[in-house]
């Protein structure tokens, strides 16, 4: 059965530093993938989405992010890290056979320091 | 363009109570989606439809739990007879459906079963 892990529950980064944010998922095939952001009290917002294809794909507010086969990842990047930033974020994969249902990791609470 | 809206925000209720969840998806978009978020955990989908169809209830706890969306447009979800462990955020998410995997998510009910 497909699933997501996201190996760190909480990250704690400085201003201005950079950021990556880990993500293995499990599916025998080539899924499709998405990082989402949820602010304090409120719903999800989709950041970006990788369907097959360029590996790197960019996101809203300097996000990107890196599928691996090899790796099973799917690893969110930001260079420079703002204070608005402080949110959960939630790697998710959809299986591409048809099943439009998203199967999400648990989540990573991103700590910005000042 | 007006995004998914859900009513009520928040909700607490002794066990055994009922509640209703309402949700209005984004105009045109006929796959809609509801998910429980347990506290510190990801979204776990609870069902879905396409129109005014179920494709996926597997997830939903028959016993007490129940969705609706008769028109294909606004969907309610409701739980007879609460229980503690009901306690979490009702998130309701959208989707233009056929070829696309993104899923737009309302603000979500939180609700505290006591």
């Known amino acids: 059965a497909q699933s997501v892990t996201q190996p760190d529950a909480r990250v704690t980064v400085s201003e201005g530093a950079s950021l990556q944010l880990r993500c293995k998922y499990s599916y025998f095939g080539t899924p499709y993938l998405f990082w989402y952001v949820q602010y304090p009290r409120q719903g999800l917002q989709l950041l970006l989405k990788y369907y097959p294809g360029d590996p790197v794909v960019q996101g809203v507010n300097g996000f990107e992010a890196e599928f691996s086969k090899s790796n099973s990842s799917f690893h969110l990047r930001k260079a420079s890290v703002h204070w608005s930033d402080w949110a959960v974020y939630f790697c998710?994969?959809?299986?591409?056979?048809?099943?439009?249902?998203?199967?999400f990791g648990s989540g990573t609470q991103l700590t910005v320091m000042p | 363009e007006a995004g998914v809206t859900q009513s009520p925000r928040y909700a607490v209720l002794q066990e055994g109570q009922a509640v209703s969840f309402w949700c209005d998806p984004i105009s045109g978009h006929d796959t809609l989606y509801w998910y429980q978020q347990p506290r510190d955990q990801g979204p776990q989908l609870l069902v879905y439809f396409r129109d005014e169809a179920v494709i996926d209830n597997s997830q939903l706890p028959s016993d007490r739990f129940s969705a609706v969306r008769p028109k294909g447009t606004n969907s309610t979800l409701k739980i007879q007879s609460a229980k503690q462990g009901d306690t979490a955020t009702y998130l309701c998410?959208?989707?233009?459906?056929?070829?696309?995997?993104?899923?737009?998510f309302g603000p979500g009910t939180r609700l505290t079963v006591l």
């Open positions: 998710a994969v959809s299986p591409s056979s048809g099943s439009w249902q998203l199967i």
């Open positions: 998410a959208s989707s233009p459906g056929l070829g696309s995997y993104e899923q737009y």
